[in-house]
């Protein structure tokens, strides 16, 4: 599968891995910074999300596949690879599974464990999204507050929306295979996978995807690994605290 990425920047590959119903896009402001020192930016759509192809099929082995494909196609060697959420699992496998490609691993909070189904209510509320009455992203916004209280959320998922044709909204993701294959997101990362690599796993203080008991199973995965945590921020790390994410990020790649 040919995903969609957005390449800016020289240097050294830096691949970045968006979360859950999500996009590269996300990932724009901090990357044009991270760009600034000496890398090339790869912000990558997953297959189902952004302008990436849809299809039937999703799950991390098959994401871990795409990735492999688009850096064979891109001569792509020695990168840095940072996943949040959803792309950290990804990113997990890839360098468990390809660790002569990957340089340095950079986990946006997210461990290897198993968690449990949590993204009920917004898949509800984005599956309810009737576009032949919706016409404005106004009208998209006070249908999806009755399922996603969260205004952050709320516009964070609306990045979706595009005009599909005149005055006609759509979600660019494809929504049908995430509810389907939803149950993919939580998947642990096998025990039979580790990578000796150089990495680092960030967490938010005020989130609750890793927590103290997970440390012990990520050094034992990722045995060169150091754990970071971003002050006044949540599950949305890098975007609620960038430039502390950023100063983290850069003096890991630094040593």
Known sequence: MKLHANVFGEGTPFVILHGFLGMGDNWKTLAKKISEQGYQIHLIDQRNHGRSPHSDEFNYEILALDLLEYCRDHGLEDIVLLGHSMGGKTAMLFAAKYPDIVDKLVVADIGPKYYPLHHQDILDGLDSLDFEVLKSRGDVDKALELYVRDAGVRMFLMKNLFWKEKGRLGLRMNLNSLIRNSSEIGVALSEEYLY???????????????????????????PKSKIGEISNAGHWLHAENPSEFLMTLLEFLKN
Do not use: P
């Open 196 to 222: 000796a690599g150089d990495t680092l796993f960030l967490r938010g203080q005020k989130s609750n995807y890793i927590i103290d008991e997970d440390i012990d199973l990520i050094k034992k995965q990722f």
